[in-house]
């Protein structure tokens, strides 16, 4: 009988079949997706490249591939997004089912506040939106579904942040590229590391003009069955409205507990709880 290959080999083994999985034409493809935001509505080919870090012949091919299935238009010699590309965000949100889940506690909460409140997760280093409802429509307090923000300068990011395990965090703090977003943006890794222990103690992060100059908001957890940080939820305003301090005054105990209906609604629904917690 043959011998045992060794550890090693069997993992190198595993390792290539997962690689031999990965398809990374369809990685090239959403990377050229993503490019585009608010400050880059509209880019040439040789920008969509440099921000992609892919050769400009292989872009071309990414471009033309996603024009001519409808994600992606042209105006001129500029590339833009085209309204199909909606359908893939909308798909996570009609499948999990958050408008019904979700959006009714929020939306109630914001009612009662006259805030914004939100519920986001983390992927990687930052906070990804899922659900949002705001009762102030003349301010942009929040974004919609789907918008990712540096979680280290948010309040749910912090939350997020502070209940991972100290190697987690070890990681995250690794290659630490911190960059000021406002004036008042907290930048400092030992710093942020003294934020993230208290935000963990008390169970709760407040954040005040670090991502936006006017926006102060208050943020909590939200956990599955067994008590593990699944997400975050919190209540946003403006400043000429409130402060931090004001904030966790006046919005903590109400954001707790409507973050526990948000919870139990998560808790109901399989696929949901599956999904933000699966990596």
Known sequence: MADEPPVSNRAD???????????????????????????????????VAR???????????FLLTLQSLGYVGTNGRRFLLRPKVLELGHAFLDSMNVDELLQPHLRELAALTGDSSSVTVLEGTEIVYIANASARRLVRLSAGPGSRFPAFATSTGRVLLANKDPEQLRKFFENPQFQKITEFTETRPDKLAQILE???QQDYSAVQDELEVGIVSVAVPLRDSAGRVIAAMNCSCVT??????????????LLRQYAAKVAEAIHRSPALAHSVTSR
């Open 198 to 200: 208290q935000v963990r």
């Open 13 to 47: 083994r595993s390792v290539t079949r997962k690689e031999r999985d990965f398809v990374g034409s369809l990685e090239r493809g959403l990377q050229v997706l993503s490019v585009f935001d608010r400050h880059n509505p509209e880019m040439t080919l040789s920008d």
């Open 240 to 253: 000429r409205r409130t402060t931090a301090k004001e904030m966790v005054k006046t919005r903590l105990d």
């Open 51 to 61: 921000r992609t870090g892919l050769t400009p012949a292989t872009t071309r091919r």
